[in-house]
């Protein structure tokens, strides 16, 4: 008989079982980041449109995504710089998950209750089947939970991955917690873009409707609903099951600390940190920052294109017609995401085998190249589809309504570019996580730097994509093909700049080569 722990024996059985056990923990600790982005996938896909359904023209609509970003990068590194010295008994990243699911439930509720709000405040009484007009104290409120939300998500989903990084990084690695990350956002895009494309909200609870509220906005209403239990489930699963150790005082300098961890102080010491970052983590930054400024326009506008382009819709149209066209669209672009979603969860699987296999330089190379021929082709597609965006032709296309053809493609280009996103959600974090790492950097200003240069993409594409579409009038063409032209560039420099981080050879080489990178 083979001895105890010998191959075969009781022991060995009891080791899978335990790194089984282990395994699966980790999976389920991340769940909050599905309930976040389930309602993350509600933002991206339905708050475009409604913003124009309250009266804001298409080529304003980008401005509201500017004040999320702004308020997020000065909120989001004072965030992972206080994590990461946090000294709270339940762990150094969860007081922080709480707050910002709280907020997160607090901001859904005002964007689901903004129309109903709005009517109460002083917005017109005409019932909502008949007024096409603004409704000002409306979009107020909207805007205002908007901002919330936009800020708090990343926030919220950059505490989530500084735990996973600390969770992951002694046993399983950099790249499998960013992986599992990476599944629990598809988890939560697919449910979330599931309802959007099939939630009947206002036929399954009448009651949600109102003078104020019609059938889209109470199926938005409903859909941020479910949003705010899940958030609360998710939240207390992970709560339970995240295995923080606490950090005693000794551990972020002891009293020291404890007499200058003032507001002031507290951004001294954090831009010194980021002051002190290596060159090479500023590179991966810069790069993060490229990619998501690329991926920005796809994920802002993503169903508008398909109401307006391929469904010839207006979100303001005073005819019936229109409008229902457009929601048609932007319900046809949700199933467009879910194929997105499905995709991305596939693809995120593989991504830890592939980056050991082919570096992660070369895999986020691809993804990017993926990106710059799905954005060509969306703009393609969107300029036949409009005859070339010729204004005397739109009432006879809103007629027509979508060529089969053309939309099918439309679904296949948004079900592809999950590849990439798969891409997008975990190797950049993976990369840099892995270098903070071997500096002995912390996690959460890691992270929360980021957040940062993630924000600054996403206020670029707030302030410009406007302008561009004014100056265009062609949809959203210009916007896509900017993104497009970015990514193509990205891929380039990703190639030239970032050292491979394959079983850790080239994370050895990112360090040794610090100085010859600042030269």
Not at 44 to 60: A, E, R
Not at 271 to 290: D, E, G, H
């Amino acid at each position: 008989m083979a001895p105890p722990g010998e191959s075969g024996g009781p022991s060995n059985g009891g080791a899978r079982r335990e790194n089984l056990t282990a395994a699966l923990r980790l999976f389920l600790v991340c769940m909050v980041s599905g309930g976040i982005q389930y309602i993350s996938a509600l933002e991206m896909s339905l708050l475009s449109p409604y913003s124009q359904n309250l009266g804001i023209p298409h080529k304003y609509a980008s401005m509201i995504w500017i004040g999320g970003p702004i308020a997020g990068f000065l909120v989001n590194p004072i965030v992972g710089y206080y994590s990461d010295r946090c000294t709270m008994r339940i762990g150094r990243r969860r007081p922080f998950i709480i707050l910002e699911c709280l907020i997160i439930c607090i901001s859904g509720m005002l964007i689901g209750f903004s129309a109903d709000i709005g009517q109460y405040l002083g917005d017109t009484k005409e019932n909502c089947s008949t007024y096409t007009g603004p409704r000002w104290a409306a979009t107020a409120v909207y805007v205002v939970g908007f901002l919330l939300l936009d800020c708090v998500i990343h926030t919220a989903q950059a505490s989530v991955r500084a735990m996973m990084s600390d969770l992951s990084a002694a046993n399983h690695g950099p790249s499998v917690g960013q992986a599992i990350f990476s599944v629990w956002m598809a988890i939560g895009s697919i449910l979330g873009y599931a309802v959007v494309a099939y939630g009947t909200w206002h036929q399954w609870f009448p009651s949600l409707k109102s003078s104020a509220c019609c059938n889209a906005c109470a199926d938005l209403k409903g859909a941020f609903l479910t949003a705010v239990v899940l958030i609360v489930i998710s939240t207390v699963v992970t709560m339970l099951l995240a295995d923080e150790q606490s950090l005693d005082n000794e551990g972020v300098g002891g009293a020291a600390f404890a007499q200058t961890c003032g507001g002031l102080n507290a951004f001294i010491d954090l831009f010194a940190s980021l002051k002190n970052m290596s060159p090479a983590m500023f590179r991966v930054l810069a790069l993060t920052a490229f990619t998501w400024l690329s991926w920005f326009p796809f994920l802002q506008y993503n169903t508008d294109w398909m109401g307006r382009e391929i469904y010839h819709g207006n979100p303001n149209g005073v005819a019936d017609m229109a409008a229902d066209k457009y929601n048609a669209g932007v319900r046809e672009g949700a199933i467009g995401l879910l194929l997105c979603s499905a995709s991305l969860g596939a693809t995120s699987f593989l991504i830890p085998k592939l980056c050991r296999k082919l570096t992660s330089k070369v895999i986020w190379s691809i993804s990017l190249f993926s990106v710059f021929l799905i954005m060509a082709g969306m703009v393609a597609v969107g300029v036949v589809s409009t005859k070339g965006y010729d204004p005397s032709l739109s009432t006879s296309l809103t007629v027509a309504g979508p060529d089969n053809s053309l939309n099918a493609l439309a679904l296949t280009m948004f079900a592809l570019i999950g590849i990439p996103q798969a891409v997008l959600y975990s190797v950049p974090w993976a990369v840099a996580a892995e270098l903070a790492a071997g500096e002995g950097g912390g996690q959460g200003v890691t992270v929360g730097a980021i957040t940062n240069v993630i924000s600054l993409a996403q206020l670029l594409v707030g302030l410009t994509a406007g302008p561009i579409d004014g100056a265009f009038n062609r949809g959203n063409a210009p916007a896509f093909g900017t993104g497009g032209v970015i990514a193509f560039i990205c891929a380039i420099l990703v190639v030239l700049a970032l050292p491979d981080t394959k079983d850790g050879r080239g994370l050895k080489r990112l360090l040794l080569s610090r100085e010859d990178w600042s030269n």
